[in-house]
């Protein structure tokens, strides 16, 4: 099992950019694919991006176009480059490994929180 930890969420005005960092404790070589997902409150937690190695990120429509998804193997790192944020963007992030069926690993972190808010 790999560990993941996050960071680089924050406060952040409407139309401002962000980009969040998920570093492995491990190889990630061998994960399907690498997925961010969020969870706003009172709401279940979302898959919003996710990128096979070799392959083009795929997104949710909500954030298609504003948000890409980047995955360094060499460096067991994902990042989620965040712009044009919306209010409705406010959630904890996570990430985590995405099966062949869709399906998350389930072997999440702590999260990082990203408020956007005037």
């Known amino acids: 099992q790999v560990q993941f930890v996050e960071s680089g969420g924050g406060l952040v005005q409407p139309g401002g950019s962000r980009t969040l960092s998920c570093v492995a404790s491990g190889s990630i070589d061998f994960i399907h694919a690498m997925g961010w997902y969020r969870q706003a409150p009172g709401k279940q937690r979302e898959l919003v991006a996710h990128v096979r190695t070799g392959h083009a990120g795929v997104y949710s429509d909500p954030v298609k176009g504003r948000f890409i998804i980047v995955r360094d193997n060499a460096k067991n790192t994902v990042y989620l480059q965040m712009t044009n944020l919306k209010p409705e963007d406010t959630a904890v992030y996570y990430c985590?490994?995405?099966?062949?069926?869709?399906?998350?690993?389930?072997?999440w972190g702590q999260g990082t929180q990203v408020t956007v808010s005037t």
């Open positions: 985590d490994g995405v099966g062949p069926t869709g399906l998350p690993y389930n072997w």
